[in-house]
């Protein structure tokens, strides 16, 4: 009782047994559902592991830009299911260690796939990690031999760079250039070391030729100078460069100051603005054969081109261009399923894809093949000369 007024007045207590604490849980559930229905589900997470430090960045920063592009324009179409895809970068710093690290974070991050890395010295040390947590990965820019003709999760969009070998010591023969000196970074030797091996052997099949090679590893500080003068003593009658664009630039401009006249052949690797920006002058004639054409007049390239270029504030290049199309084909099989088995079956079976330039088919093993173009580097800038079709 309670007093009111002066009087005392009964308090009725109601008791309601169907309010008992399992149906409160039930409308509490009940409650906690129709919340979570109306909030948005998990975004869907992909990697990328890149250089964006020391020697490479060049090639990881167009990549992961390119990766970035093809990321925002898929979430400014709804996402992937409704989920908005989120991006998680992860530099590997051109290091084993660090490459080992970034990929761990990536898996502890539970991603479910993978662009990059971007160099083939970084891809055999992390192929193994992401088979054994079957990661399915698509490189951009990987092209070395190695990792050829292996059915696991490890794919590209770039083919195996002893095709440009073949092409490039049939093109010097057809020169009629008898000798070849093979300069190489050695700091990136499951890419140079291929290379210069299918070269040579290529080569020398034709009667009275040789080739012979000077290695370095590239590091802040070396002394191009001294490399310069061991090329000079060599002689050849044209010069092979298997290096980064800033690497080619300086060995360039070291040779300049003999003033050299030997023709040089450079590798895809080469081909990022840093060739031009730091080589100037030095680098004017430097053949070179890729499966990238800058000069690419089709509509779907140049509207990539546009968009980058106002979306970043340069221009493309055969990085950033690959970096979009191993996203975009990675963010397509991640439509048809999100477990790996059904992200690697689906990225087969979607081959072959349009591209930016040319299609991209797919073998059993996730290599591809691809018309090369002979780029020459004319007044400053990149000029397709010829396409090749590589028998």
């Given amino acids: 009782m309670q007093l009111q007024n002066g009087y005392f007045k009964r308090t009725i207590i109601v008791y309601r047994p169907w309010l008992t604490r399992p149906v409160l849980a039930v409308a509490v559930a009940v409650v906690v559902l129709v ?14 592991i890149a250089g964006l430090t020391g020697r490479v960045t060049d090639m990881g920063v167009a990549g992961r830009d390119g990766v970035l592009l093809a990321v925002e324009e898929a979430n400014a179409r709804g996402g992937i299911d409704g989920r908005k895809i989120t991006l998680i970068v992860r530099d ?14 990536l898996i502890a991050q539970g991603v479910a796939g993978v ?6 010295a970084m891809a055999v040390i992390v192929v193994p990690e992401i088979n054994a947590h079957a990661i399915p990965t698509i490189s951009p820019t990987v092209s070395t031999g190695l990792l050829e003709g292996a059915d696991d999760y490890f794919f590209r969009v770039i083919p195996v760079s002893t095709e440009a070998a073949q092409i490039a010591a049939d093109y010097a023969y057809k020169q009629q250039y008898k000798s070849l000196l093979v300069i190489r970074d050695q700091g990136n030797s499951a890419y140079t070391d291929p290379w210069y091996q299918v070269l040579k052997k290529r080569f020398e099949s034709y009667e009275g030729t040789r080739v012979e090679t000077l290695s370095y590893v590239s590091r802040h500080g070396y002394d191009f100078l001294e490399l310069a003068e061991d090329i000079i003593g060599n002689r050849a009658d044209c010069l092979v460069i298997l290096a980064n664009a800033l690497d080619t630039a300086l060995i360039s401009q070291q040779l ?11 590798s895809e690797w080469s081909l990022t603005e840093d060739l031009v920006e730091f080589g100037g002058r030095t680098v004017e004639g430097i053949r070179l054969f890729h499966s990238f054409n800058p000069n690419s007049d089709k509509d779907t390239y140049r509207a990539f081109a ?12 055969f990085a950033s261009a690959y970096g979009y199309t191993a996203m975009t084909i990675l963010l397509d099989a991640l439509e048809k399923g999100t477990t790996s088995e059904e992200v690697k079956d689906a990225i087969l079976q979607g081959s072959p894809y349009a591209g930016l ?7 059993g093993y996730g290599d591809v093949k691809r018309k090369y173009t002979l780029v020459e580097i004319r007044n400053g800038k990149s000029h397709s000369v010829v396409e090749y079709v590589h028998e």
Avoid: H, W
Avoid at 39 to 46: H, R
Avoid at 256 to 266: C, H, L, Q, R, S
């Fill in 92 to 105: 590997d710093k051109q290091d084993k260690e660090q490459c080992l690290l970034a990929i761990s974070q």
């Fill in 115 to 120: 662009v990059g890395p971007m160099t083939s």
């Fill in 35 to 48: 919340l979570g229905a109306c909030s948005p589900p998990e975004p869907l997470k992909v990697g990328m």
């Fill in 357 to 363: 330039q040319q299609s991209i088919r797919f073998d």
């Fill in 306 to 317: 546009l968009n980058f270029q106002k979306r970043f504030g340069y221009s493309a290049d």
């Fill in 256 to 266: 300049a100051k003999f003033k050299n006249d030997t023709p040089i052949i450079a």
